[in-house]
């Protein structure tokens, strides 16, 4: 991403990103389809798993953004020794973390459960389910490593293979295990779980062994495996942002969810459609924002911060341009939009509503996802996370509590009565549209101010740039180059 023209290279790097993120989508809605053959409370034990996964998979995300930061930078720079170390202490740091996360959540799965709100028998699939879950978090875990480090060095591809053969066991899995199809007994939800057990162990086992094998742009090195406190520290201080950003998030999402739910059940079906379709626009943009991190996090490395926002101005810009065609075609025919997914004359209507404010405005947001990831590729996370805050906890909750419902307040000091403005779940909608455009307009001006192309590795980081490298990890260890016969220059 370093040379040549942008444009190319960055739709090169992007759709992996893309495919992998709607495979992702199809992982995710495998289960709920397949347990959806067995009961509701089996739909719903499952349903009620998300926030609570989400927020473990957030903290996963965390670490790897500082590991696509930090691999890309040194990559860029031609530290490709840095950018090795940087993966195994990744490999361990995910492996203690995600370990310790299993073992809390494993100890205290039945309060959990109580805690979110799950009863009777939606208690008893939902744990039958979590218990899988929770055991797999290791692998999950050490699969967005193995996925941060090939994209750091520009490999979106392996890692896109990947997620389609996990997917595609966990789909093929689900039935046997959950209907008892063939001599598989018939488990339920906890069948759901061993089939996303094993299908993650699966993509575990291949992604190491690919990074071991150090044909993709980085390796795994057996010697590297051994704690390195000064890489750890790096890792934690500019992945915990993104950590914070993705919690941030799962909970915005639950609190809009519960406004809506209060206006009955024909704006919350709306609301779930046009969620959904909201995620397609999503999953590019948020891939062409993986896909920039890349690309800005290897120009800083190079010292060509003029490149950087070369490479985001560009992804900004085409992605902002395909979601506004995608919006402008779901304006135009809104009510065929949610037809897809249900025929309730009552929900259509509102749907129609939802997808005139708000689909406008979605190309504003995408664009957000854009920026925030050349601030995470800079590792500059803290930034990335103030932009989600903004947008959702600043910008989109309070006004739709402001414009949907009616109440009052009076400021004893002052003696002023404040109001809602109670127009109703529009309100929400508006809010949505809102937040976009204000958040947008902050997004481009933290842009400019240009204070994220400084990146996070310091100029004249070579070879062993972290102190403490034992000399046998440096022993007869050279820079990658194109002699290299394990080298590919993708």
């Not at 993709?216 to 934690?236: I, M, S």
Request: proline fraction near 4%.
């Amino acid at each position: 991403m370093t040379t040549g023209a942008i444009p190319p290279k960055l739709l090169r790097l992007s759709w992996p990103l893309v495919l992998g993120n709607l495979l992702q989508t199809v992982y995710n809605l495998a289960d709920m389809f397949w347990v959806g053959r067995v009961s509701s409370e089996a739909v719903a034990a499952v349903s009620l798993m998300f926030p609570l996964s989400w927020m473990f998979v957030s903290t996963a995300m965390g670490i790897t953004a500082a590991t696509i930061a930090l691999v890309s930078q040194y990559v860029g720079s031609g530290d490709d020794r840095s950018a090795d170390l940087v993966v195994a202490q990744t490999v361990l740091l995910t492996l203690a973390v995600s370990s310790v996360l299993a073992a809390v959540a494993l100890a205290f799965r039945r309060p959990l459960l109580t805690l979110i709100g799950a009863r009777g028998e939606v208690f008893v699939e939902a744990l039958a389910y979590v218990e899988l879950i929770f055991l797999a978090l290791p692998f999950t875990f050490c699969f967005f490593a193995f996925r941060a480090s090939l994209q750091g060095a520009g490999d979106t591809k392996t890692a896109m293979w990947l997620v389609l053969v996990s997917a595609g066991v966990n789909v093929v899995l689900d039935p046997f295990f959950i209907l008892g199809w063939g001599p598989f007994p018939a488990m339920g939800t906890r069948g759901a779980g061993v089939a996303t057990f094993l299908s993650r162990a699966l993509a575990t086992a291949a992604g190491i062994a690919v990074l071991l094998h150090g044909g993709f742009g980085v390796r795994l090195r057996l010697e590297d495996l051994t704690p390195d406190l000064a890489v750890q520290k790096r890792l934690v201080d500019v992945g915990y942002p993104a950590t914070i950003d993705g919690w941030a998030r799962s909970f915005a999402a639950v609190a809009m969810a519960g406004f809506v739910a209060r206006f009955g059940a024909a704006p919350t079906a709306a609301y779930g459609i046009g969620v959904r379709l909201m995620s397609v626009t999503w999953a590019v943009s948020g891939a062409v924002g993986q896909a920039t991190a890349t690309g800005v996090g290897q120009n800083l490395g190079a010292r060509a911060p003029e490149r950087a926002a070369a490479v985001t101005r560009t992804a900004t810009a085409a992605t902002m341009v395909l979601i506004f065609a995608v919006g402008a075609v779901l304006v135009a025919f809104p009510a065929r939009a949610v037809r897809i997914f249900v025929n309730d004359p009552a929900v259509i209507r509102e749907g129609v509503t939802f997808l005139r404010i708000t689909a406008p405005f979605w190309a504003l947001f995408a664009g957000v996802m854009v920026i925030q990831g050349a601030f995470r590729g800079a590792g500059n996370t803290r930034e990335a996370m103030a932009l989600s805050f903004l947008s959702r906890w600043i910008f989109r909750i309070p006004l739709a509590l402001a414009l949907a419902f009616s109440w009052s307040v009076t400021l004893p000091v002052f003696g002023v009565t404040i109001e809602g403005f109670g127009w109703g779940v529009d309100g929400i909608w508006w809010s949505f549209a809102a937040g976009m455009v204000v958040a947008f307009a902050v997004a481009v001006a933290w842009f400019r101010l240009g204070t994220w192309t400084e990146g996070i590795i310091d100029e004249g980081e070579g070879r062993g740039a972290f102190e403490g490298e034992s000399a046998a990890r440096e022993s007869g260890e050279t820079e990658r180059s194109d002699s290299d016969p394990e080298f590919v220059d993708d």
